[in-house]
């Protein structure tokens, strides 16, 4: 398989990320510090597009910038049951925030509903629940407390 040379910017590019990302993934020790060629000129591999990559793809799926490094180090060992840990962990993670979305999605509902039901001309209830005045309509205070919860 041909090996390929990227400046900073042609790597940044083929992996999908920007300089300031490649710098930032350097700074971290996410992406080792590469070799330089004459004139100083940073030089990088393919391995290193493919570690972006792997970073990138870590990222979009919500891992921390810790469990990347981690999974990246457990890819030499083949420790098949800590990737699984990790993943796991992260499995919970977005199920909580799933069902805090979906308590915040609930407690939008119930604002919509007590707007729609107000008489004409009344202050509105979802301006009012957000300044945090109870209401009461008890819909008002359970939407309040959503979403304060949720946040």
């Known amino acids: 398989m041909p090996t390929h040379a990227f400046t900073i910017a042609k790597l940044a590019d083929a992996a999908g990320v920007g300089v300031e990302a490649v710098r930032y993934y350097q700074r971290g020790g996410l992406l080792a510090a590469p070799k330089r060629v004459d004139g100083g000129f940073r030089q990088y591999s393919d391995d290193d597009v493919l570690r972006l990559r792997f970073i990138k793809r870590a990222q979009t799926l919500g ?77 008002m205070a359970d939407a309040s407390l959503a979403g304060e919860v949720a946040a």
Do not use: F, H, W
């Open 63 to 139: 891992y921390s910038l810790e469990d990347i490094a981690e999974l990246m180090s457990l890819s030499a060992t083949r420790d098949r049951l800590r990737v699984r840990e990790i993943t796991r962990k992260r499995v919970a993670e977005i199920r909580e925030r799933v069902a805090d979305l979906q308590s915040m999605a609930s407690a939008l509902e119930n604002l919509a509903d007590c707007c729609a039901q107000a008489p004409e001309g009344a202050a509105c209830t979802i301006i009012a629940a957000l300044a945090g005045s109870q209401d009461s309509d008890p819909r």
